[in-house]
């Protein structure tokens, strides 16, 4: 009972509940906070302090920033922002301001992209068909999961195809130029509340053991130093039963690709990663081809174990 009413009386505050209002749409650093409701630093860091500590915030560091968005288990705080008027002018402007901001985060982003030349959409660049393997992921995902997590989510666009099948959804990526488009495109899109991004180390992922249903990497493993690595942390976030999704390149010989992208593999057969997800506790359980220039897989995996959840 006192958790509860600690964080009753951490809400209990119009500044808090305005800033519960903004970061249940989405992630925001103190920064952007101050320029939304127009107050000082030091005065809204108390108020994020106080929701932080209450469990109603959670915090995100980012290298030199640090974001904050209301967790995916603060079911109180919904309940409490459910009851708040739609049409109140101040939650009105506040939209307003975080719509504005979300824009300027774009911008900066694309400019940042433009000037270092990054090729921040593989797909296209490599000239495959988006659209196919976008499809065959969906085919390969049960029609509903609880918990998705995309690792190496760059732009955030396979959050946003995947957003109708999941209540809720995390991207992360090690590049805070990809988060900060990622957070653009996902707020465009109105997905802010199901899809959320945050930075990660894909080889040491912040997250609990067995705390998600689905695992998704697209065109991710052929950059890993050690792909046997990077599946098997993969695989430790996902629940016994839960699906392993992987879009990578196929084995090919364009020599050109690798060292225009920075590839360090050549794409992956079968074999290979059956090895690997076994080492890691998963089983191989279906294989899609998508025929294009370069030859693309999308493999499916499930994580055995005794309470396995049973999926279409």
């Known amino acids: 009972m006192e958790a509860l009413l600690s964080q009753l009386r951490a809400a209990a505050e119009p500044t808090r509940l305005r800033l519960l209002a903004l970061c249940a749409r989405g992630a925001f650093c103190v920064t952007e906070l101050c320029a939304v409701l127009g107050q000082s630093q030091p005065r809204l860091s108390r108020h994020l302090k106080l929701l932080t500590e209450a469990g109603l915030l959670e915090r995100l560091p980012e290298g030199s920033n640090v974001y904050f968005q209301v967790p995916a288990q603060a079911d109180l705080v919904r309940v409490i922002l459910a009851r708040l008027p ?42 495959l068909d988006a659209a196919a393997i976008e499809a065959a992921l969906l085919r390969a995902l049960p029609e509903r999961v609880e918990a998705l997590l995309d690792i190496g989510t760059g732009t955030g666009r396979l959050l946003e195809v ?25 707020s465009e899109r109105g997905l802010a509340e199901i899809c959320t991004v945050r930075q990660a180390d894909m080889y040491r ?24 690595a990077a599946l098997a942390e993969a695989a430790r976030v996902l629940r016994p039963g839960g699906i392993l999704l992987l879009a990578d390149l196929a084995p090919h010989d364009e020599g050109a690709v690798l060292s225009r992208f920075a590839h360090r593999w050549p794409g992956f057969d079968d074999a290979a990663l059956t090895g690997w997800l076994g080492q890691a506790g998963c089983a191989m359980a279906a294989t899609q081809e998508i025929p294009g220039r370069l030859p693309v897989r999308v493999w499916r995996a499930e994580k055995i174990g005794a309470d396995a959840l049973s999926h279409a």
């Open 86 to 127: 739609e049409e109140e002018p101040v939650l009105q402007s506040d939209r307003r301001q975080a719509a504005r901001i979300a824009a300027e985060r774009a911008r900066a982003a694309s400019d940042v992209f433009q000037r270092e030349g990054m090729d921040w959409d593989e797909l296209r660049a490599l000239d």
């Open 162 to 186: 995947l957003a109708p099948r999941t209540r809720r959804a995390l991207g992360v990526d090690a590049s805070r130029e990809m988060l900060a488009l990622a957070r653009a495109r996902l």
């Open 205 to 228: 992922l912040p997250l609990a053991d067995r705390s998600f249903d689905a695992v998704t990497l697209q065109m991710v493993l052929h950059y890993a130093e050690d792909p046997a």
